[in-house]
T-cell receptor, first 111, second 109 residues
């Protein structure tokens, strides 16, 4: 069966520091992968998606970037964090029938 | 532009008190409507997919229905373990997903 892992689960970082959040998927090959951010009381906002190695599409211009160095690995990064980057970050992959399956999420607090 | 609105924002129920959550949407070419359950600090957990008006899906105490403009998630005789935030999302003709802000449900014993 397919599983999706995210780490770290919780992160507290100072403003201006770098960021790296990792996501790996098991049990499937060539998945379409997504990064979402969830702010309190708001819907999930799509940040990036990838249909294959090295291919990244950005949905919202921002302080973040994404990379896909391997088929089942998706990384969310920033060179210098802002206070507004705080939030709950979710990685997901999509089935052929359209359902997204999410990881456990990474809670980022920028101080 | 695709839009998904969920109501109410929050719902407090007594154990056994049935109720419904609403998800109204505007989308160009609906490919699917999805319901998710999210527990605090966790990723959303997939519940149902509905594809066409008139379709219904059930799972334990949950039943989802779909019309051309909205979907309902009915919770029958809820238990405290049904407490969670319920998210609705729609997929348009391009396969793009748009999420609602969710309904937070609290079921008290």
């Amino acid at each position: 069966s397919q599983t999706i892992h995210q780490w770290p689960a919780t992160l507290v970082q100072p403003v201006g520091s770098p960021l790296s959040l990792e996501c790996t998927v098991e049990g499937t090959s060539n998945p379409n992968l997504y990064w979402y951010r969830q702010a309190a009381g708001r819907g999930l906002q799509l940040l990036f998606y990838s249909v294959g190695i090295g291919q990244i599409s950005s949905e919202v211009p921002q302080n973040l970037s994404a990379s896909r160095p391997q088929d089942r690995q998706f990384i969310l990064s920033s060179k210098k964090l802002l206070l507004s980057d705080s939030g709950f970050y979710l990685c997901a992959w999509i089935r052929a029938t359209g359902e997204l399956f999410f990881g456990e999420g990474s809670r980022l607090t920028v101080l | 532009e695709d839009q998904v609105t969920q109501s109410p924002e929050a719902l407090r129920l007594q154990e056994g008190e049935s109720s419904s959550l609403n998800c109204s949407y505007t989308v160009s070419g609906l490919r699917g409507l999805f319901w998710y359950r999210q527990d605090p600090g966790k990723g959303p957990e997939f519940l149902f997919t509905l594809y066409s008006a008139g379709e219904e899906k059930e799972k334990e105490r949950l039943k989802a229905t779909l019309t051309k403009k909205e979907s309902f998630l009915h919770i029958t005789a809820p238990k405290p373990e049904d407490s969670a935030t319920y998210l609705c999302a729609v997929s348009d003709s391009w396969g793009k997903l748009q999420f609602g802000a969710g309904t937070q449900v609290v079921v008290t014993p």
